[in-house]
């Protein structure tokens, strides 16, 4: 059975694996390791070691942080909670830091057009209301980011491996201040606006879709008795806008038992 896991930063292993690149048990992260920019020379070191034998040869060396980054995300991915319960199944987990629900239909998109099916199954959490997104239209073409603001740390940084030029990026980042300052119900509403379409847009085209709910602030969510509730977890690893992460990494497993009791065929040998 194929299945795709549409999530955040609850889904994607954010975080899971500081322990062994910071040598450090005792860890409180704000966002991710890489969001104000602290130890990234670790992360480059550890992603030199860990990739000694399997890299290709790195030829500009400003490429070296963002591969590191690339790595860390996919090794995130695959030591995400879904890891504990996904052995009989074939699991595409797309979740990412940040992610919205535009973006979860973009990211169904490119699963149908990388495997040329619709998936069996979709899991489909809610995220964090707070999150930033933004649509450019520019010069005939239309982009779509989810570029996030911080007064703390207001400073522009160029992705090259974005689909989306410089110039682009900027303005997303632009956008994302605005809507910053518009306050934190303006976002909010948007993403209730654009988590209803996207629930609809499955509806009307019968995929076969779970919710799991992390948060609060989605009513299709909240009010669906059917979704699998594991706020209670994100509220015993998280403090306002830190992961306690010996706490993530101790609730992984507990998430995978509560999703497995009430969706019990994904432990079956089908």
């Known amino acids: 059975m ?51 034998h399997i890299r290709n040869k790195i030829v500009d060396q400003n490429d070296i942080y963002f591969n590191a980054l690339k790595y860390l995300e996919e090794q995130e991915l695959a030591n995400s909670y879904f890891k504990h319960i996904s052995h009989n199944h074939h699991l595409t987990n797309v979740s990412k830091n940040g992610a919205t629900a535009y973006s979860y239909y973009k990211r169904l ?105 992390f948060y609060r602030g989605f009513k299709e969510f909240d009010n669906d008795s059917s979704a699998v509730d594991c706020s209670s977890f994100v509220d015993q690893y998280t403090r306002g806008r830190q992961d306690i992460v010996s706490e993530k990494i101790k609730v992984s497993k507990w998430i995978a038992d509560k999703i497995a009791q009430q969706h019990p065929w994904l432990t079956d040998n089908q």
């Open 109 to 213: 998109q490119k699963y149908e057009m990388e495997f040329n099916h619709k998936p069996d199954i979709i899991f489909v959490t809610d995220y964090c209301p707070a999150h930033n997104w933004q649509r450019i239209n520019h010069s005939n073409s239309k982009y779509f980011l989810e570029k996030r603001f911080d007064p703390t740390n207001d400073n522009f940084v160029y992705n090259k491996y974005l689909k989306a030029p410089e110039h682009i990026q900027k303005l997303a980042y632009a956008k994302a201040k605005k809507y910053f300052l518009k306050g934190e119900n303006f976002i909010i509403k948007r993403n209730q606006k654009i988590m209803t379409w996207f629930l609809n847009y499955l509806e009307s085209n019968n995929y076969k879709y779970y919710k799991l709910k």
């Open 2 to 52: 194929n299945i795709l896991l549409l999530g955040d930063c609850a889904s994607s292993g954010n975080n899971t694996l500081l322990p062994s690149i910071l040598q450090n048990n005792n860890l409180h992260i704000e966002y991710s390791m890489p969001w104000k920019g602290d130890n990234w020379k670790k992360l480059m070191l550890w992603y030199l070691k860990e990739t000694k």
